[in-house]
């Protein structure tokens, strides 16, 4: 029982999460969890999600669009580094790739085995590359039959190369015969990049080791200069009146072979720069990281390159002909832009052109097709329509010019196939300053934000010649990926490389109180794929971000603009969608089979994963203590105040310690049920924090004000 000394203390924590610092030094406030959120200041569990589809597609999506028809039907479209997606008004996803190019094959050209999966094509100069699709039609073995008794009309096949005049897909059945045919090969878009690469090999950095003619070095033709002991390391080089010291490197090529087995200007040996380790008058001398086969003396041929006496390593340097093994060469994922056409759709793929999709085309969702209007900018960052319905580019190729990454050009109003500026339309575009390419684009309230990697533009219709104006509204804080932005309420906040930001009509700092930990986490090799979205039954700004070694969006960080607080925590998710037009939010992610799906996210009275699996929140708070720690507390019992359903349950833990240094001290977990009205424990300490978790299937919990008893117990 409580002793008469204690006095109880409500734990009331401020909002949000608060690790700018040390937990000790955030006293007073809640510290670290996760899947939890505030609302009026108190903190509750996140509901859960479940797939929408049990229908998995191929690869992980990058962009996210939600939208009702002009009959109130229901859509959405999502690109993936695979494939174009909608999810109809059927509840079933539909691959509406765009086809880029079509070919018919004569007769022989397709050919099955029997009792194989594998069917071959030829066809020359396919400028396909493995793993790219093709969708076959009008296949048949000539006589109007299948090849093979294969069905492979209307399906569509990831390729496995051959050579560059033929390539084989894998069935989805083994054929019945040893058969050839006739068909249309319809070459879908090209299957682009899934995770950043970085550009290595012979292009992809600079020989910056040693070069003929380059400042600060020297060059020495060594003919018969080179001497080696068999079972040894050591390398005697004779150069008359050399000025080397030891110390200094040097680098060879197109040396021949020494001592049976040494070549200086390759790897093998530890070629091709060496460093040299004794001098003397007419030589010099370097050792070899493997001993050479043979003796020789005075024998072989050589070129070598000093490098200047003051260098003092030969870290990134690299020699000629050598691989580079490190850059700053980046090909980027493939990404995604989308946006309404009425209640039709406009698509981007960046580095690629435009594709529109008509809903209405079909009863059946028909394949996106190709914007192949004359002076259409066909490499393209990103897309986004303008306030007088013009398409608007930005990242692409000027009127009658090369391609520009801060080009901005749009279309005539009402018409995303006129681009040729004139004086009878409005298309146009212009060449934005700052930076050193465009990163994306957000819909403001009566303007356009746009963002280079270190700026933001203000880009607002002005009609007349000029179309649009642009006005540079910051430095210093351009958009860290291309979907990091989103608009709330007029106002636009963003991620940029080591901050948040918010703009009103100027650009703000967002105070974040958890900005060192998120930055900290990010992977930045595949910040591109970070991604922005609005959750607005609870007013909340969220960034899906892939944090340190995951190639993909593993977490969240969650900004409330209206009770101003930050949290975060883990998840799945790649794309996000508000939910104006579904009933809850929408999402897409990579479940633990590694198959992607479409998920409702947080719908109402839901608190389980896929297949009502068990999802863990949690709190933890800073530490507190009495009278500053001049004195040990000592705890003895606690009384719950928390709102949960009737089947649920909490864990409730206290850690303790003497210093914040020493090792933590920690009582419990003590089960906490709707019907528990204290928890009786004992933990002593200078300070304490206390932590709150749930791990129980279906449980909804929300904490009020729990109360502890403490007293003073002495000074040590």
């Given at each position: 029982?409580?002793?008469?000394n204690?006095?109880y203390?409500?734990l009331?924590?401020r909002?949000?999460?608060?690790?700018e610092?040390?937990?000790?030094?955030?006293?007073g406030a809640?510290?670290?969890?996760?899947r939890?959120r505030?609302r009026?200041g108190?903190?509750?569990?996140l509901?859960?999600y479940a797939?929408?589809?049990t229908?998995?597609?191929l690869?992980?999506?990058?962009?996210?669009?939600?939208w009702?028809?002009?009959?109130t039907?229901r859509?959405m479209?999502?690109?993936?580094d695979?494939?174009?997606?909608?999810?109809?008004?059927?509840d079933t996803?539909y691959?509406?790739?765009?086809?880029?190019?079509?070919v018919?094959?004569?007769?022989?050209?397709?050919?099955?085995?029997?009792?194989?999966?594998v069917?071959?094509v030829?066809?020359?100069?396919?400028?396909?590359?493995?793993?790219?699709?093709v969708?076959?039609?009008?296949v048949s073995?000539?006589?109007?039959?299948?090849?093979?008794?294969?069905?492979?009309n209307?399906?569509?096949?990831p390729v496995s190369?051959?050579?560059?005049?033929?390539?084989?897909i894998?069935?989805s059945?083994?054929?019945t015969?040893?058969d050839t045919?006739?068909g249309t090969?319809?070459y879908?878009?090209?299957?682009?990049?899934?995770?950043?690469?970085?550009?290595?090999?012979?292009g992809?950095?600079?020989?910056?080791?040693?070069?003929?003619?380059t400042?600060?070095?020297?060059?020495?033709?060594?003919?018969?200069?080179?001497?080696?002991v068999?079972?040894?390391?050591n390398?005697?080089?004779?150069?008359?009146?050399?000025?080397?010291?030891?110390?200094n490197?040097v680098?060879f090529?197109?040396?021949?072979?020494?001592?049976g087995?040494?070549?200086?200007s390759?790897?093998?040996?530890?070629g091709?720069?060496?460093q040299i380790?004794s001098v003397?008058?007419n030589a010099?001398?370097?050792?070899?990281s493997s001993?050479?086969n043979?003796?020789s003396?005075?024998?072989?041929?050589?070129?070598g390159?000093?490098l200047?006496?003051?260098?003092t390593?030969?870290?990134g340097?690299?020699?000629w002909?050598?691989?580079?093994?490190?850059s700053?060469?980046t090909?980027?994922?493939?990404?995604?832009s989308?946006?309404?056409?009425?209640?039709?759709?406009?698509?981007?793929r960046?580095?690629?052109?435009?594709?529109?999709y008509?809903v209405?085309a079909?009863?059946?969702p028909?394949?996106?097709?190709?914007?192949?209007?004359?002076?259409?900018?066909?490499n393209?960052?990103?897309?986004?329509l303008g306030?007088?319905?013009?398409l608007?580019?930005f990242?692409?190729?000027?009127?009658?010019?090369?391609y520009?990454?801060m080009?901005v050009?749009?279309a005539?109003t009402?018409?995303?196939?006129?681009w040729?500026?004139?004086?009878?339309?409005?298309?146009?575009?212009?060449?934005?300053t700052d930076g050193?390419?465009i990163i994306?684009a957000?819909?403001?309230?009566?303007a356009?934000?746009?963002w280079?990697?270190n700026s933001?533009?203000l880009m607002?219709?002005?009609g007349?010649n000029?179309?649009?104006g642009?006005?540079?509204?910051g430095?210093?804080?351009?958009?860290?990926?291309?979907h990091?932005?989103?608009?709330?309420?007029g106002?636009?906040?963003?991620?940029g490389e080591d901050?948040?930001?918010?703009f009103?009509g100027?650009?703000?700092n967002?105070?974040?109180?958890?900005?060192?930990?998120?930055?900290?986490?990010?992977?930045?090799t595949?910040?591109?794929?970070?991604?922005a979205g609005?959750?607005?039954e609870?007013?909340e700004i969220?960034w899906l971000y892939?944090?340190?070694g995951?190639?993909?969006?593993d977490?969240?960080?969650v900004?409330?603009p209206?009770?101003?607080y930050w949290?975060?925590?883990?998840?799945?998710?790649?794309?996000?969608s508000?939910?104006?037009?579904?009933?809850?939010?929408?999402?897409t992610?990579?479940?633990s089979?590694?198959?992607?799906?479409?998920?409702?996210?947080e719908p109402?009275?839901?608190?389980t994963?896929?297949n009502?699996?068990?999802l863990?929140s949690y709190?933890?708070?800073?530490?507190?203590?009495?009278?500053?720690?001049s004195r040990?507390?000592?705890m003895?019992?606690m009384?719950?105040?928390?709102t949960m359903?009737?089947?649920?349950?909490?864990q409730?833990?206290i850690?303790?310690?003497q210093y914040?240094?020493?090792?933590?001290?920690?009582?419990g977990?003590f089960?906490i049920?709707?019907?528990?009205?204290?928890?009786d424990?004992?933990?002593?300490?200078?300070?304490?924090a206390?932590?709150?978790s749930?791990?129980t299937?279906g449980?909804?919990?929300?904490y009020?004000?729990?109360r502890?008893a403490?007293?003073?117990?002495?000074m040590?």
């Amino acid at each position: 029982m409580s002793s008469m000394n204690s006095k109880y203390v409500k734990l009331n924590f401020r909002p949000g999460f608060h690790r700018e610092t040390t937990q000790y030094a955030e006293e007073g406030a809640w510290y670290d969890g996760d899947r939890v959120r505030f609302r009026a200041g108190r903190p509750e569990n996140l509901r859960g999600y479940a797939q929408k589809t049990t229908t998995p597609f191929l690869g992980n999506a990058r962009d996210l669009l939600t939208w009702s028809d002009n009959d109130t039907l229901r859509h959405m479209v999502f690109g993936t580094d695979k494939k174009l997606y909608t999810y109809y008004t059927d509840d079933t996803i539909y691959d509406i790739t765009p086809i880029v190019s079509t070919v018919v094959v004569g007769s022989g050209k397709i050919g099955s085995t029997s009792g194989s999966v594998v069917v071959s094509v030829s066809q020359a100069a396919h400028n396909l590359s493995e793993g790219d699709y093709v969708l076959f039609t009008s296949v048949s073995d000539g006589s109007g039959g299948d090849i093979g008794g294969l069905s492979l009309n209307n399906n569509n096949y990831p390729v496995s190369l051959v050579n560059i005049n033929k390539f084989t897909i894998a069935a989805s059945a083994t054929a019945t015969g040893t058969d050839t045919g006739i068909g249309t090969l319809n070459y879908l878009l090209a299957t682009g990049t899934s995770s950043a690469i970085q550009g290595l090999g012979y292009g992809a950095g600079v020989y910056n080791a040693a070069s003929a003619g380059t400042p600060g070095y020297t060059s020495v033709a060594f003919s018969n200069a080179f001497s080696v002991v068999g079972s040894n390391t050591n390398v005697s080089v004779a150069e008359t009146g050399h000025s080397h010291v030891v110390g200094n490197f040097v680098e060879f090529y197109n040396a021949t072979t020494i001592g049976g087995n040494v070549v200086l200007s390759s790897t093998a040996q530890g070629g091709p720069i060496f460093q040299i380790t004794s001098v003397q008058t007419n030589a010099f001398s370097f050792a070899l990281s493997s001993v050479a086969n043979a003796t020789s003396a005075a024998t072989g041929t050589a070129t070598g390159f000093f490098l200047p006496v003051s260098i003092t390593t030969t870290a990134g340097y690299r020699a000629w002909d050598e691989e580079a093994d490190q850059s700053g060469i980046t090909f980027e994922i493939s990404q995604w832009s989308l946006d309404n056409w009425g209640e039709d759709i406009l698509a981007n793929r960046r580095g690629d052109g435009i594709y529109y999709y008509n809903v209405d085309a079909s009863s059946t969702p028909q394949r996106a097709a190709v914007v192949s209007a004359n002076d259409a900018p066909t490499n393209v960052r990103t897309i986004l329509l303008g306030p007088k319905r013009q398409l608007i580019c930005f990242g692409c190729s000027v009127f009658g010019g090369d391609y520009s990454p801060m080009a901005v050009r749009w279309a005539d109003t009402e018409d995303f196939n006129q681009w040729t500026p004139s004086a009878t339309n409005t298309s146009g575009d212009n060449i934005l300053t700052d930076g050193t390419e465009i990163i994306g684009a957000v819909r403001s309230r009566n303007a356009i934000n746009v963002w280079t990697d270190n700026s933001l533009w203000l880009m607002t219709f002005i009609g007349g010649n000029d179309v649009f104006g642009f006005k540079q509204m910051g430095t210093n804080c351009g958009l860290i990926a291309t979907h990091a932005a989103v608009d709330f309420d007029g106002r636009t906040f963003w991620m940029g490389e080591d901050n948040f930001y918010a703009f009103d009509g100027q650009v703000r700092n967002l105070d974040c109180t958890v900005k060192r930990y998120i930055f900290d986490r990010i992977n930045k090799t595949n910040k591109d794929k970070i991604y922005a979205g609005i959750n607005s039954e609870f007013k909340e700004i969220v960034w899906l971000y892939p944090s340190t070694g995951q190639d993909e969006c593993d977490s969240y960080v969650v900004f409330n603009p209206v009770e101003n607080y930050w949290v975060y925590g883990t998840g799945f998710w790649t794309t996000y969608s508000d939910k104006n037009v579904y009933n809850n939010t929408i999402t897409t992610g990579t479940s633990s089979s590694g198959s992607s799906y479409i998920y409702d996210n947080e719908p109402v009275s839901i608190y389980t994963g896929t297949n009502n699996t068990a999802l863990t929140s949690y709190l933890e708070s800073a530490t507190f203590e009495i009278d500053d720690g001049s004195r040990i507390m000592f705890m003895d019992r606690m009384i719950p105040d928390f709102t949960m359903d009737n089947s649920g349950s909490l864990q409730f833990s206290i850690t303790t310690k003497q210093y914040p240094a020493n090792t933590s001290i920690t009582k419990g977990p003590f089960e906490i049920t709707p019907t528990t009205k204290k928890v009786d424990l004992r933990a002593r300490g200078r300070e304490a924090a206390v932590r709150v978790s749930c791990d129980t299937a279906g449980t909804s919990w929300r904490y009020g004000s729990l109360r502890l008893a403490v007293q003073p117990d002495g000074m040590r």
